[in-house]
């Protein structure tokens, strides 16, 4: 008696085995320079060098329009912001003097720093704010067409003041960014004695 099984093999099968294997082969073969390239890119983004982290002193600003141009004060001499309402004339002041206004019970002088950096007159309207600066002792508004908002300047990015900046108006100016926004020394506004008017209300 034959004791071996007799195997039965499939061919069709084996076939098709064997096809699916060369599909297979051939679909690796056609996509490899593609994970290639993908792979070579991936290896170039973690060896690049990390982007050096921006360093230097940022100042925050108060950003403000003024006869067409776009100036800011440093917002830690701005103490506030308020509407410009009930302006009251002071005779015999200077040109940049508009007057005085009543803040919460505090007599101040505003300033119309248009007329002194002799910028071009826009006029003055209800729409027009008072920016209060404010150190030590020494106290006022700088009026302002529209106050634009707050935002960060770095000091390395404040050049010195344009040529065409010359005379009182530069000698008020910290500098200009390259995005044309110039910084006013509010400090220096303050520390001026000629500026202000030193005005004794009774009651």
Not at 61 to 89: D, G, K, Q
């Amino acid at each position: 008696m034959d004791t071996k099984k007799k195997l039965l093999i499939d061919w069709d099968e084996v076939k098709e085995r064997v096809k699916a294997a060369g599909d297979a082969i051939a679909f690796q073969g056609a996509h490899a320079g593609e994970r290639i390239k993908t792979l070579k890119e991936r290896a170039m983004r973690l060896a690049a060098p990390e982007a050096a982290p921006e360093t230097g002193i940022r100042i925050d600003v108060v950003e403000f329009a003024l006869a067409y141009e776009r100036y800011a004060l440093e917002s830690r001499f701005v103490r506030e912001i308020c509407p410009m309402h009930e302006l009251t004339p002071v005779p015999c002041t200077p040109a940049f003097v508009l007057g005085i206004i009543n803040v919460r019970g505090q007599i101040l002088s505003v300033i119309d720093i248009k007329k002194f950096f002799a910028l071009p007159e826009k006029g003055i309207t209800d729409l027009n704010k008072v920016i209060i600066l404010t150190r030590a002792d020494m106290t006022f508004g700088v009026i302002a067409d529209a106050v634009i908002g707050v935002k960060q300047v770095r000091d390395a990015d404040i050049e010195a003041a344009l040529p065409t900046l010359t005379g009182i108006r530069a000698e008020y100016l910290k500098g200009v960014t390259k995005e044309r926004l110039v910084i006013i020394d509010a400090e220096r506004l303050l520390t001026d004695k000629g500026i202000t008017v030193e005005q004794d209300i009774e009651g």
